[in-house]
């Protein structure tokens, strides 16, 4: 079997070109990547250093937080330094994470009190199966996601179980919860900020996507104490200041980003509108996303969850397919083998985009998986939709970027209409 060269479109955000750069700091599963953006949100210079996970036991995936810190700082110093760009010249940092990673940490010592439990942890899966049907659907209303293990509160109450000592520590005011961009923040900013955004918040089962907030039912629920809980902001807010011995000045953080939820905001950016565009990330997994407005909305086979949109936050539907990476990875030597692969999963994901509410008029696809375009061309055909890559294939941390630019901007646009 011959394979066609493809053929494909690539797309960009419309961005107005400003002075400046920002820095982009985005935490995955199994590396960290930082980036230079120019005024124009293109890619200056990238760094990327693998992190090691750990596993203890069957179905445990455990990771070190005091890895991902030095390995954080390492890689923003190498990108800064690369870029040529002065430190004087960044106007602002955004964060984008791997989302449901749990972190726990004593705030008098700075140090964690447990490995990280990554996303990939099934521990507590014997403990979600526990709930009643009544709690199962309050939750389902309240957060838009089913009670699993993926996500952070069942990790939080397997701790509050098997280490009786964290109970002490909450009642003390010393215990600390975060996802990855809170342990961060906490870490890398001046004042020690606990602080996490809408979309991070949005996929713990404690915050309430409907009303925005800690929601003192699921903390009930999962036994979590309200201590431990960072404050939450919208994606594009202050949430601290990069302390100047990171990369040798303060750089004010101005977005922190779920990675997903970053890059919807990229392909909504880049796309004709935000419901009918939606984004497909072709990365460890298959992940699908399409913004669905301001009215909160449940679908199967879908999640609801919360993204920044063109004008503030709103609601949207995820869906995802497991496992592409390693299964490309395992093919890269073998190209009708790896087509044959890939022409079944864009199949798979059509049958995603079949059910939901509103059908795109286009489809924006980017990650690691795709930057070839072997797949957009073969979602463009399985689909019969007009799909383009996004040139930075780095979704998440161009999202990342626009919205630190969006902060910016406004920023400046506040300070001349004063002097007008």
Partial sequence: MKIQKPSFKTCSPRVESRKGAVLILDVGTTGIKAFVFDGKCQVLTKSYRKISKIRPRRGWVEQDPKEILRVSISVLRQTLKDSGVSPSAIQGMGI???????????????????????????????????????????????????????????????????????????????????????????????????????????????????????????????????????????????????????????????????????????????????????????????????????????????????????IGTSFALEGKLEGSGEAVNLLLKNPTGLHAYLKKLSVRVDGLIRQLPVQPIGIVIDGGGARDGIIVTLQEQSSGIPACLQATYDGTALGTALLVSDVVKKSVDDRNRRKI
Avoid at 204 to 228: H, Q
Avoid at 246 to 257: E, F, K, N, Q
Wanted: glycine share 6%; proline share 6%.
């Fill in 96 to 310: 984008t994470n791997q989302r449901e990673a749990t972190v726990l940490w004593d705030r008098r010592t700075g140090k964690p009190v447990y490995p990280i439990i990554g996303w990939e942890d099934s521990r507590s899966r014997h403990y979600c199966r526990s709930f009643s049907k009544q709690d199962q659907k309050y939750v389902r209303q309240a957060t838009g996601l089913p009670i699993d293990s993926y996500f952070s509160a069942t990790k939080i109450h397997w701790i509050f179980q098997n280490f009786p000592e964290m109970s002490k520590l909450a009642e003390a005011g010393r215990l600390a919860f975060g996802t990855i961009d809170s342990w961060l923040l906490w870490n890398l900013c001046e004042d020690r900020p606990h602080r996490t955004d809408e979309t991070n918040a949005a996929r713990t089962l404690l915050f309430n996507i409907r009303t925005r907030r800690w929601d003192e039912k699921l903390l009930n629920l999962f036994g979590v104490p309200p201590s431990v809980l960072p404050s939450v902001f919208p994606s594009r807010s202050s949430f601290g200041t990069l302390d100047k011995g990171v990369v040798g000045t303060r750089v004010p953080v101005l977005a922190v980003c779920g990675d997903q939820q970053a890059s919807t905001y990229a392909a909504i950016r880049s796309g004709r509108s935000s419901s009918k565009t939606i984004k497909v990330t072709y990365g460890t997994g298959v992940f699908l996303a399409q913004v669905i407005g301001k009215s909160f909305r449940l679908r199967q086979p879908f999640l609801t969850t919360l993204t920044p949109d063109t």
